[in-house]
Protein backbone atom coordinates (compact mmCIF):
# COMPACT_ATOMS: atom_id res chain seq x y z
CA UNK A 1 0.00 0.00 0.00
CA UNK A 2 1.12 3.84 -0.89
CA UNK A 3 2.26 5.43 1.95
CA UNK A 4 -0.02 9.00 1.95
CA UNK A 5 1.80 11.93 0.84
CA UNK A 6 -0.06 14.53 3.33
CA UNK A 7 0.26 18.22 2.40
CA UNK A 8 3.06 20.40 4.29
CA UNK A 9 2.00 23.79 5.92
CA UNK A 10 2.70 25.79 2.75
CA UNK A 11 0.64 23.16 0.26
CA UNK A 12 -2.30 23.71 2.84
CA UNK A 13 -2.42 27.06 3.06
CA UNK A 14 -2.47 27.28 -0.37
CA UNK A 15 -4.88 24.62 -0.81
CA UNK A 16 -7.62 26.16 1.51
CA UNK A 17 -6.97 29.86 0.40
CA UNK A 18 -7.70 28.91 -3.08
CA UNK A 19 -11.21 26.88 -2.31
CA UNK A 20 -11.86 29.59 0.24
CA UNK A 21 -11.44 32.36 -2.42
CA UNK A 22 -13.50 30.29 -4.68
CA UNK A 23 -16.15 29.54 -2.62
CA UNK A 24 -16.54 33.34 -1.55
CA UNK A 25 -16.15 34.72 -4.94
CA UNK A 26 -18.92 32.35 -6.21
CA UNK A 27 -21.43 33.53 -3.43
CA UNK A 28 -20.56 36.81 -4.07
CA UNK A 29 -21.23 36.71 -7.89
CA UNK A 30 -24.02 34.40 -6.75
CA UNK A 31 -25.75 37.46 -4.92
CA UNK A 32 -25.11 39.98 -7.29
CA UNK A 33 -26.59 38.08 -9.84
CA UNK A 34 -29.97 37.59 -8.13
CA UNK A 35 -29.92 41.17 -6.93
CA UNK A 36 -28.94 42.73 -10.31
CA UNK A 37 -30.78 40.65 -12.55
CA UNK A 38 -33.19 38.23 -11.07
CA UNK A 39 -31.95 35.15 -11.98
CA UNK A 40 -29.29 32.11 -10.10
CA UNK A 41 -25.47 31.86 -11.20
CA UNK A 42 -26.09 28.40 -12.37
CA UNK A 43 -28.71 30.46 -15.12
CA UNK A 44 -25.70 32.14 -15.94
CA UNK A 45 -23.56 29.72 -16.13
CA UNK A 46 -25.97 27.93 -18.82
CA UNK A 47 -26.87 30.87 -20.42
CA UNK A 48 -22.54 32.03 -21.31
CA UNK A 49 -22.05 29.46 -23.12
CA UNK A 50 -25.23 29.20 -25.13
CA UNK A 51 -24.52 32.98 -26.11
CA UNK A 52 -21.41 32.51 -27.28
CA UNK A 53 -22.24 29.47 -29.38
CA UNK A 54 -23.08 30.00 -33.00
CA UNK A 55 -26.95 30.30 -33.89
CA UNK A 56 -27.17 30.28 -29.65
CA UNK A 57 -27.53 26.81 -29.94
CA UNK A 58 -25.55 24.12 -27.84
CA UNK A 59 -25.50 20.07 -27.56
CA UNK A 60 -27.39 19.42 -23.74
CA UNK A 61 -24.30 16.47 -23.42
CA UNK A 62 -21.79 19.73 -24.56
CA UNK A 63 -22.99 21.84 -22.39
CA UNK A 64 -22.89 19.51 -19.61
CA UNK A 65 -19.82 18.34 -19.95
CA UNK A 66 -18.86 22.22 -19.91
CA UNK A 67 -20.63 22.86 -16.79
CA UNK A 68 -19.11 19.92 -14.65
CA UNK A 69 -22.75 18.59 -14.51
CA UNK A 70 -23.73 15.32 -14.52
CA UNK A 71 -26.93 14.30 -17.08
CA UNK A 72 -29.55 15.00 -14.53
CA UNK A 73 -28.88 18.34 -13.18
CA UNK A 74 -28.43 19.47 -16.79
CA UNK A 75 -31.78 18.06 -17.12
CA UNK A 76 -33.76 19.69 -14.63
CA UNK A 77 -31.92 22.94 -14.59
CA UNK A 78 -33.25 23.33 -18.09
CA UNK A 79 -36.47 22.84 -17.65
CA UNK A 80 -36.81 24.99 -15.07
CA UNK A 81 -34.75 27.83 -17.41
CA UNK A 82 -36.79 26.44 -20.22
CA UNK A 83 -40.41 27.43 -17.88
CA UNK A 84 -39.40 30.54 -17.65
CA UNK A 85 -38.84 31.10 -21.46
CA UNK A 86 -34.34 31.50 -20.99
CA UNK A 87 -34.30 28.34 -23.62
CA UNK A 88 -35.85 25.79 -25.78
CA UNK A 89 -34.79 21.87 -25.69
CA UNK A 90 -35.03 20.96 -29.53
CA UNK A 91 -34.24 17.12 -30.82
CA UNK A 92 -30.89 17.14 -32.63
CA UNK A 93 -31.58 16.85 -35.90
CA UNK A 94 -28.10 14.14 -36.82
CA UNK A 95 -29.11 12.25 -33.68
CA UNK A 96 -32.48 10.93 -32.48
CA UNK A 97 -31.16 10.50 -29.39
CA UNK A 98 -29.05 13.76 -28.92
CA UNK A 99 -30.81 16.82 -27.39
CA UNK A 100 -30.22 20.43 -28.12
CA UNK A 101 -30.23 23.62 -26.48
CA UNK A 102 -31.33 27.12 -27.62
CA UNK A 103 -31.08 30.63 -26.20
CA UNK A 104 -33.98 32.16 -26.74
CA UNK A 105 -34.57 36.10 -27.12
CA UNK A 106 -35.60 36.44 -23.91
CA UNK A 107 -32.44 34.50 -22.50
CA UNK A 108 -30.51 35.97 -24.53
CA UNK A 109 -31.87 39.71 -23.37
CA UNK A 110 -31.06 38.09 -19.82
CA UNK A 111 -27.49 37.23 -20.57
CA UNK A 112 -26.84 40.60 -21.85
CA UNK A 113 -28.27 42.56 -18.90
CA UNK A 114 -26.28 40.66 -16.54
CA UNK A 115 -23.01 40.81 -17.84
CA UNK A 116 -21.41 43.66 -17.86
CA UNK A 117 -21.99 43.28 -13.96
CA UNK A 118 -20.88 40.35 -13.63
CA UNK A 119 -17.61 41.47 -15.89
CA UNK A 120 -17.25 44.44 -13.57
CA UNK A 121 -17.12 42.13 -10.28
CA UNK A 122 -14.88 39.84 -11.80
CA UNK A 123 -12.69 42.45 -12.81
CA UNK A 124 -12.73 44.17 -8.98
CA UNK A 125 -12.66 41.02 -6.90
CA UNK A 126 -9.79 39.21 -8.96
CA UNK A 127 -8.02 40.64 -11.79
CA UNK A 128 -7.68 43.87 -10.04
CA UNK A 129 -5.65 42.53 -7.55
CA UNK A 130 -3.24 40.84 -9.52
CA UNK A 131 -0.38 41.33 -12.33
CA UNK A 132 -0.11 40.66 -15.82
CA UNK A 133 2.36 37.94 -14.94
CA UNK A 134 0.60 36.61 -11.74
CA UNK A 135 -2.34 36.48 -14.64
CA UNK A 136 -0.03 34.70 -17.31
CA UNK A 137 1.18 32.23 -14.47
CA UNK A 138 -2.23 31.46 -13.01
CA UNK A 139 -3.62 30.67 -16.75
CA UNK A 140 -0.06 28.20 -17.36
CA UNK A 141 -1.19 26.53 -13.68
CA UNK A 142 -4.74 26.03 -14.04
CA UNK A 143 -4.80 25.10 -18.03
CA UNK A 144 -1.57 22.18 -16.69
CA UNK A 145 -3.89 21.03 -13.71
CA UNK A 146 -7.17 20.98 -15.88
CA UNK A 147 -5.36 18.71 -18.56
CA UNK A 148 -3.87 16.55 -16.23
CA UNK A 149 -7.53 16.17 -14.62
CA UNK A 150 -9.58 13.09 -15.55
CA UNK A 151 -11.97 14.29 -18.71
CA UNK A 152 -9.44 17.55 -18.28
CA UNK A 153 -9.34 20.37 -21.02
CA UNK A 154 -13.27 18.76 -22.53
Known amino acids: ?42 DYAVLVPLSEAPDGVVRARDLGNELGWDRSRVSHHLARMEKRGMVVREECEEDARGLMVRLTPQGRRAIEAAAPAHAEAVQRHFFDLLSSKEVDTLTAVFDRVLDKLPHGGD
Open 1 to 42: MAKTRWLDHRQQHLWRSYLRSYQELYALLTALHLRESGMSST
